[in-house]
Structures are given as C-alpha cells and as structure tokens.
C-alpha cells in the first residue's frame, strides 16, 4: 500500500529561477503525492523528427501539459513538470530537479524509434531500483526502500498499460525493467513511456494528432490518480 506522507518542499529563489518553476506550484504542501512529469528532450535538443514542423519534443511536452490540466483540481496531487515551455534541459538538471523534490513518482515521456517502418505500438519501462534478479526483489522485506521503489514503479506501469490498452487496444509491446537515465542514481520510483513509433506512418499521425495527445493526456492521468489512491 501507497502510504501518504507529509512533505515539506522549500526551494530557494536561486533553485527557482534556475529551473523557471512557479513559486506557487512549489510551497510547502502536507499530504500530497508530488509527480513529476518529464516530457523528454525540448529547446535545442528537438528528439525524434516525426514531420519538419514536429519532434518528440513537441509530443511530449503537449501529452505533459495535458496531464496537467487533467489533474490540476485533484486535492492530493501536486503536479510539477520538469519543463512547461520549449526549453533545453539536460539530463543532470533532470536529475537534480528529481533529487531536490524527492517525488512519489517519475512519469518521463518518450517516442520511440527504430526496428523498422513495420515496428509500432506502445512500451512501458520502469527502473530495477538496484535490484539484479526482479524474482528475489519479491521475495525481499517489502517495506525496504528498494521493494518500495520497484513495487510502486510496477504498479504505475501496470495501470497505465491498461489505461492505453484501452487506448490502443492491441498495440502493447510490454513492460521492461530496465534503468532510467533520468533517475540514475536516484532511489525513486520511475516509468517511461515510449508512447508510439516516429518511423511508423500510423503511430507518426496519431502522435502528431491534437486529439490523441489529449486522449494520451487523460489515459496518464487517470493512472496518477489510480496510482496516488
């Protein structure tokens, strides 16, 4: 079980500025479930090219800021996203903004890309939090830090497969463990979202596609709000 805590978040004006987050999204807050949400690449760093008007960048941060809005009214939720705007951010300020805010979750946005024109669908990831054999991490106390980070890592991935399933029904490619750049070296738990395929022609349009970004958006959210209950 997912056991509510009380957080304190103080960021100085310095950390503020340098991120660009909004001082009313970062004030001490009790009993809620931060989620950070990283939509992959921006600025500088476009992504995968899915058309000469649209990148990765762009899908990502579209289905994050849908999230967003999706989840803007639930009282236990604290939305932040590691970027709102087409800004480059790298991957240590990726990090330092997880290691700072210490979430209850780590939602990071991708499109896929490879494996051929024919290679379509959605796959899920999420981080072994330091465990070599996922069979004996179950077999571990569950109230260590580890089983705690991979328990609710699975879990969040576990229900968005099914919300996306729903979504696009037999387009699942599976759940993998496998390490997150974006939290390595961070004991936090994670999913990534390979959210469809640039280089197939039917995966491109519904990436590209107001509509389904939004339909991405809801499915997202309905899982943080699954998750966080």
């Not at 987050?21 to 600025?43: C, N, Q, R, S, T």
């Not at 996203?81 to 210490?102: H, V």
């Not at 569950?142 to 037999?170: E, G, V, Y």
């Amino acid at each position: 079980m997912f056991h509510t805590k009380k957080i304190l978040v103080l960021i100085t004006f310095a950390v503020l500025a340098c991120f660009g987050w909004g001082a009313a999204e970062l004030i001490a807050v009790e009993k809620k479930y931060i989620i950070l949400i990283d939509p992959a690449h921006g600025g500088k760093d476009r992504g995968l090219k899915l058309n000469d008007d649209v990148s990765e960048k762009d899908v990502t941060l579209a289905v994050a800021l849908q999230i967003k809005k999706e989840l803007a009214q639930e009282p236990n939720l604290q939305i932040i996203l590691t970027r709102e705007t087409d800004k480059t951010l790298d991957r240590e300020a990726r990090q330092k903004m997880i290691k700072t805010l210490n979430p209850d979750m780590v939602l990071n946005l991708h499109v896929n890309g490879g494996f051929g024109k024919e290679a379509s669908g959605y796959e899920i990831y999420y981080p072994s939090c330091g465990a070599d054999d996922p069979a004996s991490m179950r077999k571990t106390d569950k109230t260590k830090p580890q089983s705690q980070c991979q328990n609710n890592s699975l879990k969040m991935a576990k229900l968005i497969s099914d919300n996306f399933n729903a979504l696009f029904p037999r387009k699942a490619r599976g759940l993998r463990m496998a390490d997150l750049s974006v939290t390595e070296g961070v004991l936090v738990p994670a999913v990534a979202v390979e959210m469809g395929f640039a280089t197939n022609a039917v995966d491109q349009k519904n990436l590209m596609s107001k509509k389904t970004q939004a339909e991405m958006g809801k499915a997202l959210a309905v899982s943080i709000k699954a998750f966080s209950r």
